[in-house]
């Protein structure tokens, strides 16, 4: 079952049963949904709960717990550059990650179904509007290579994905180097914007963070790393860094031989 949060008039947190988020901005003509969990839920259903309106669905970038749910849409808008990591999803995977996410019995009937995620179709284009709400797309690359983010001019709000996350992830398939995350926060810092929306949270989240986080990069080089495993799908092993905790803690995983912090000392 999917949890509605309502962040603002228009703008609602969808959260599935895998703890996955989504979000929904409704215009006065049609309805963005941006990213779609796991698949644990169906998506459309969900939204069909708040909006009748057209969905836009646009996904942040291709890893599991965001493109999941593309499966209760005929059109799913994603950059070019993510579909590499369909090669890396089968059936079978994606429906023990889902099991594992939402605690069912390894015995359990449940099977996830990608569609051969014939749904999806490239990210082509840079603005759309809702009516009365004008969307831009705005590339936000490090945590993946083709990262999106959805920034909403009118409401000053940044819809990020995993771009944004406070303990960012640079240790997943398709991430980036860490100074081209380095670069995309810098550049998130200048925006016109109040607020930003990710993927794994359900509340608001400022340039407080986007700072902390530069931070963290400028001061990881030559620090000590410690080897840990991601607890969840896709499990994945990396390095993991604990700069802060003020409120909202802020580190980074990275790659085991992430070649952009050669100094690091193992644990
Ligand atoms: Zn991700």
Redo the contacts with the bound molecule.
Sequence with gaps: MVNFTKIEDNIYVLTDRAKCCANLVIGTKRALLFDTCTGADDMLEAVRSITDLPILVIAS?G?F??IGGSIYFDEVYMREEEYMLFSEYSNEIITGWIKDLCNLAPEDPYTYDCRNWEQFKHLDFDSFDLGELECQVIPLPG??IGSVGIYIPSKKVLLS??ALTPVM?MN?SNHGPLEMEYRTLQMVLQMDMDYYLTSHHNYKMGKGEISRMIECIEQCEGKRFHEYQYPTPPYTMGWFRLHSVEGEPVGIILAHDAPEVGKKVHG
């Design positions: 970038h890893h717990d965001h945590h993946t994905g995993d992830c997943f």
